[in-house]
């Protein structure tokens, strides 16, 4: 079973419960600021530049890949996706590279710049209150069903239903279906997803196959090229010993490597 | 005669350069400070937008890609049995050593705890091109280290673990190529990650093949350039007959290349940013014409490779071009998918540019002490 989120960007009422909870839930200190940091995990901003009191609103906060970027590119495994769905972060394992950063294809990761020992900030799905049967506290504190919490399957359901049922209300298109490879993070809108500030020149295929492709090869062309470079010094070594055994020939050999 | 002629002039430029890195210094220790006790955010213009930046760009990028003389000429020498370049394997070896040993410690700086390095030894992640490119580093650094080891032992009189050394020479060297030629690539795989991210000038399938072709031509610039330097500072050198036909090997390399590359960016419809000068074209031009093109004619004529001063200047233009390249990856082509510049902040220059000294002056020393150069001059011939 695997869960997610689904984010309808028309019933967005812009209020801020949703990062205010995250920021009790997760213990982050200070207030929710505007943009997401590493203490701000979500949060929630108006998309219309000429009148921001009447929306759309748009949150910000970890996709939960399904084929995570950051998991595949963090060399120590501080990164990694649990079977339920969320996509948790390991800070005792972290160097901070900043590789998961850079990578992300959402910038969802980010960095405590201000702390000598710093570790990396993204939202975790509420793991550990999934454990105990809770949906995630930011799904819980939404006071509109704007954000809501379940089976990735049944959301997925129901954001094709609302679309169906109010096509000139809605993009037809669930945005986290195929983005890198889809998300379990699923969000539906009245505006273009690029007015709300979302990616859309993403690859369908994740990201990770790119780098696997070239990296699950490394055996094969070990083997070939160290065979090959042995195989080079073997016959220009034997090149080598025939031109000293015949002696005078050698000086021949060296002027003809100089005029190579 | 001779020497009483060169002893003192020499002596005043160790002088000299010993001022600048002290001058260097200094400022040096005060941001290493800083960067540890107030963090990265203190010292660096990085950001949440820009988390890499000049130490990932210039330190790591360029310092593996122009060590890649040593396992380039470790090759010739030992691989391809062209005895007649042996006298630069020591050199080479040498400044790949201390290349590879800059770029550890600049991971020092850029890692946000790097006392936690040694993680990527024990928790595997097969998927990373960086878990891979940190266990090739550090293989490498020590094969490096072992091909160097004979000059020291030899220095101080233990022949015998030398001649073992020299008898595993082979699969040493061949280990040192394998694992070059891994991670040199797997620096541009870094970048196959981010094709929604990095410009279509630079972004291709291909990034690995081009990090280590564009490698092997700078590499061997680096060599060139490194004679003349070593010239200046301590009147030793290497041969113009052993030189030429490095140019010759590089201007290969380069232009294979450049052709590569010209061929990506007329097939993926990038060529338009070029024409119409983006900021991206001119940066792509800047580097292209630098790293490649002057490089490659200047150099195809036996007239310039065979005088000095020509030699060098096309060296250091691959070198240069070699470098605004990496930048470019890095930066330059990042910077319209963060939605910002990025510049690097004065202590980010003076980490890059104090560890460089650093290199330098431990290459001094050693040249120093150790029989790097073939002294021709003074013993008369061998
Ligand atoms: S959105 Fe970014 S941080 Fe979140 S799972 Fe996907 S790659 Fe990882
Ligand atoms: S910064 Fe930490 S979590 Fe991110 S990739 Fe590096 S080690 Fe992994």
């Known amino acids: ?260 | 005669m001779n020497q009483t002629a060169t002893l003192p002039a020499r002596r005043f430029r160790i002088g000299f350069w010993t001022g600048v890195f002290g001058i260097i210094f200094l400022p040096f220790l005060v941001v290493t400070f800083l960067r540890f006790f107030k963090g990265l955010g203190a010292v660096t213009n990085l950001s949440d937008k820009f988390p890499w930046g000049l130490w990932i760009g210039f330190d790591l990028l360029c310092g593996v890609g122009l060590a890649a003389g040593a396992f380039t000429i470790t090759a010739v020498v030992h691989l391809f049995n062209l005895k007649k370049f042996e006298p630069v394997v020591r050199p080479t070896v040498l400044t790949g050593f201390l290349g590879y040993g800059f770029v550890i410690l600049a991971l020092m700086f850029d890692l946000g705890q790097p006392w936690r390095i040694w993680h990527a030894l024990i928790y595997w992640n097969p998927h990373s091109v960086m878990f891979e490119v940190a266990w090739c580093v550090m293989l490498y650094t020590t094969v490096l280290a072992v091909e160097f080891s004979p000059v020291v032992f030899e220095r101080f009189g233990f022949h015998a673990p030398a001649r073992i050394i020299h008898g595993l020479i082979t699969p040493l060297v061949i280990a040192g190529v394998l694992l070059s030629t891994l991670h040199q690539s797997s620096l541009g795989s870094l970048y196959l990650i981010v094709p929604s991210k990095l410009h279509p000038l630079w972004y291709s399938q291909l990034l690995p093949l081009f990090f280590y072709v564009s490698a092997i031509g700078a590499g061997i610039g680096m060599v060139i350039l490194e004679s003349y330097l070593s010239e200046r500072a301590f009147g030793r050198h290497l041969e113009m007959d052993l030189l030429e036909p490095l140019a010759r090997a590089m201007v290969v390399a380069l232009g294979i290349y450049g052709l590569m590359r010209l061929q990506v960016i007329v097939r993926n419809g990038s060529f338009t940013a070029i024409t119409s000068l983006t900021y991206e074209g001119k940066m792509f031009l800047l580097e292209f014409v630098l790293g490649v093109i002057l490089p490659v004619v200047l150099l195809s004529f036996r007239r310039m490779r065979t005088s000095p001063r020509w030699l060098v200047t096309g060296s250091f233009f691959a070198v240069l071009g070699f470098v605004v390249n990496r930048l470019n990856i890095s930066v330059t082509g990042m910077e319209r998918a963060a939605g910002t510049r990025y510049l690097p902040s004065i202590p980010e220059i003076i980490v890059s540019v104090g560890l460089v000294a650093i290199g330098m002056a431990v290459f001094a020393l050693a040249v120093h002490f150790f029989p790097i150069f073939p002294e021709r001059k003074l013993e008369g011939g061998d």
């Not at chain 1, 993070?185 to 859309?200: A, C, H, Q």
Request: net charge positive; hydrophobic share 35%.
């Open chain 1, 1 to 260: 079973m695997s869960v997610g989120l689904l984010f309808d960007a028309t019933r967005c009422i812009g209020c801020g419960a949703c990062s205010s909870a995250c920021k009790e839930q997760n213990k982050l200190p200070g207030v929710v600021e505007a943009k997401t940091t590493a203490y701000t995990w979500t949060t929630v901003k108006s998309v219309n530049p000429a009148k921001p009191e009447e929306g759309p609103y748009m949150r910000h906060l970890c996709m939960h890949c399904k084929v995570p970027t950051c998991a595949s590119v963090c060399p120590v495994l501080a990164l990694t996706k649990t079977p339920e769905g969320p996509v948790v972060y390991d800070s005792a394992k972290c160097m901070g590279c900043r590789y998961c950063m850079m990578a992300c294809p959402f910038d969802v990761p980010k960095y405590q710049w201000d702390k000598a020992v710093p570790i990396i900030g993204k939202c975790i799905l509420c793991a550990g209150r999934l454990k105990d049967g809770k949906p995630s506290a930011c799904a819980e504190a939404c006071p509109v069903q704007a954000t809501v919490f379940g089976k990735h399957e049944d959301l997925l359901r129901e954001a094709r239903e609302r679309i169906r049922q109010n096509p000139s209300g809605y993009v037809d298109h669930v945005y986290g279906l195929t983005e890198a490879g889809g998300t379990s993070v699923l969000m539906i809108s009245s505006v273009p997803f690029e007015k709300l500030g979302l990616k859309t020149d993403l690859p369908t295929e994740p990201p990770a196959m790119r780098t696997w492709q070239v990296l699950s090869n490394i055996p094969d062309f070990v083997a070939v090229w160290g065979v090959f470079l042995y195989g080079i010094h073997w016959i220009t070594a034997r090149r080598g010993e025939v031109a000293q055994a015949k002696g005078p020939l050698t000086k021949d050999m060296d002027d003809h490597e100089r005029h190579l």
